[in-house]
């Protein structure tokens, strides 16, 4: 049998999910569908100041232009399937989360694009091998500045690498490899807070050169590791300046 739901009854089915952004878009990146938590995230009031806008629109520009990206490969043929990125939350909080993306097609055409981003939640603690991958995973926080391999990491959680690449998507609910990315970004935008070089944050967060270290980061943070220490500078600075600007107006 085929069996289609309808895309208002599809967003219905989302919208009590807190965790879980979904949105349908048409072939010129513009949303058509989306649930409430994609609202609540925007800090917007209802679905209509979302309906018929794109991300250029919604999100700062960083986030949308990588979200642009995105989509306008999958409107060529392109699937996305749980590529680890921030989000945007409540109060402009960044936090992690699994996307996924894929082309709708009208017979040969394709005529938009669906998709969620899932929030990535605590690991599962009560999985039988939690405890043994949790060395591993220390391992990892300890050593995520130097070249990891799969074999290694998979000897000492006592098991083979694809039963790693298994366990750990079941009980962290990500690869190893992404696991690892994880780790150096989130080292490497603690880095752009303080006064290294671009060039040696990378390095010290186990990236082989520069370019390398702006790619990843601008594809998972939505922004040049430049332009996202000029934002929490800007971020850091806003408070001291009004209050420098009261000061100023009352004197």
């Keep these: ?25 048409d072939d010129q990146c513009r949303y058509v569908h989306v649930n ?43 699937t996305f399937d749980n590529v680890l990125e921030l989000q945007l939350y409540p109060n402009r909080r960044r936090g992690w989360c699994l996307t996924f993306k894929q082309p709708l097609r009208d017979g040969a055409r394709i005529s938009g694009l669906i998709g969620i981003s899932r929030d990535l939640g605590q690991p599962d603690s009560q999985h039988s091998s939690f405890a043994r991958l949790q060395q591993t995973l220390a391992h ?61 944050i990378g390095q010290a967060c186990g990236f082989t050169d520069q370019s390398a270290f702006a790619r990843q980061f601008r594809a998972t943070v939505g922004m040049p590791p430049r332009d996202y220490r000029a934002l929490v500078r800007a971020e850091s600075a806003g408070p001291t300046r009004q209050r420098s600007g009261s000061r100023t107006e009352s004197s």
């Design 140 to 200: 990892m926080q300890a050593h995520f500045d130097e070249p990891l391999r799969a074999a290694a990491l998979a000897a000492i959680a006592g098991v083979s690498v694809s039963q790693l690449e298994r366990l750990f998507r079941r009980v962290f609910q990500i690869t190893p490899q992404q696991m690892l990315t994880k780790l150096r970004i989130e080292a490497a935008m603690r880095m752009l807070h303080g006064e290294g070089s671009i060039a040696e």
């Design 36 to 78: 409430r938590t994609l609202v609540q995230r925007l800090g917007l009031r209802g679905r209509e100041e979302i309906i018929g806008r794109s991300v250029l629109e919604l999100y700062p520009p960083g986030l949308a232009a990588t979200y642009i990206a995105q989509d306008r490969r999958v409107l060529a043929g392109e």
């Design 1 to 25: 049998m085929d069996f289609q739901l309808p895309p208002a009854q599809l967003q219905g089915l989302f919208d009590p999910l807190p965790d879980v952004v979904f949105f349908i878009k």
